[in-house]
């Protein structure tokens, strides 16, 4: 007689055995999903930057206080000729993309947003979020951005995101959120793979230097159970 129970629980193994090998295997991507229009909310999450350096997010957190409005820091970041790169810029035109198909919000890294065409997120800025650093700090760590992100996503009563990141990053970044939403989120069908030799960032210059870093990050996200 067969046992319902220990074939149930054989599943569920195998599953977390898949689960463990996709999440360390850091040079892949996820694959795309087929359910993508049941999304209702786009989150996606920065790779790198070429300008602004620790003085100018120091400047940035000051006029966060100052505009609080999402549209009149981009437009000071404008004037200083901000650099976002070229993986921010994929991004964004991966996020235009569905959002002309699907006609949902978008909650996005500032840096994504800066990439934006300046007539389309004019157009589209009531339903756009920025995620920006915390006051007092430079740097927001990519766990940190997620939990802002989900956060912001349910303050709109908003359940089901699509991400969309770079090809390196997603898998560290679709796990992140099922730890967090107890479910995987919809991978989005575009998933920008391009490095910036001229980023800030030396792991987002070329697939070298972000083999070096990534393992090591992937290993702390499960000693700190983000995953």
């Not at 920006?132 to 956060?151: C, F, K, Q, R, V």
């Amino acid at each position: 007689m067969i046992n319902i129970e220990f074939i149930n629980y054989i599943r569920e193994e195998l599953v977390k055995l898949k689960n463990l090998i996709r999440y360390t295997l850091f040079w892949c991507g996820m694959p795309k999903s087929k359910n993508i229009h049941e999304g209702d909310v786009i989150l996606a999450q920065s790779f790198g930057r070429n300008s602004f350096d620790d003085a100018d997010i120091q400047t940035l957190n000051e006029k966060f206080n100052e505009f609080e409005l999402d549209e009149k820091i981009l437009e000071w970041i404008r004037t200083k000729n901000f650099k976002p790169g070229k993986p921010n810029k994929e991004i964004a035109k991966a996020i235009m993309d569905l959002v002309t198909r699907h006609y949902i919000p978008v909650i996005v890294q500032w840096e994504i947003a800066t990439a934006f065409p300046i007539d389309w997120y004019e157009r589209n800025k009531k339903y756009i979020t920025c995620i920006w650093p915390p006051a007092g700090n430079t740097h927001i760590d990519l766990h940190s951005i997620i939990i802002e992100s989900l956060e912001a996503m349910k303050e709109k009563k908003l359940s089901n995101p699509i991400v969309v990141t770079h090809k390196r990053q997603i898998v560290r970044v679709a796990y992140v959120i099922k730890k967090l939403l107890g479910k995987f989120p919809l991978i989005s069908e575009t998933q920008p793979k391009s490095f910036d030799r001229n980023s800030l960032q030396r792991e987002t210059r070329n697939l070298f230097f972000w083999s070096l870093k990534e393992p090591f990050v992937r290993m702390y996200y499960i000693v700190k159970r983000y995953v």
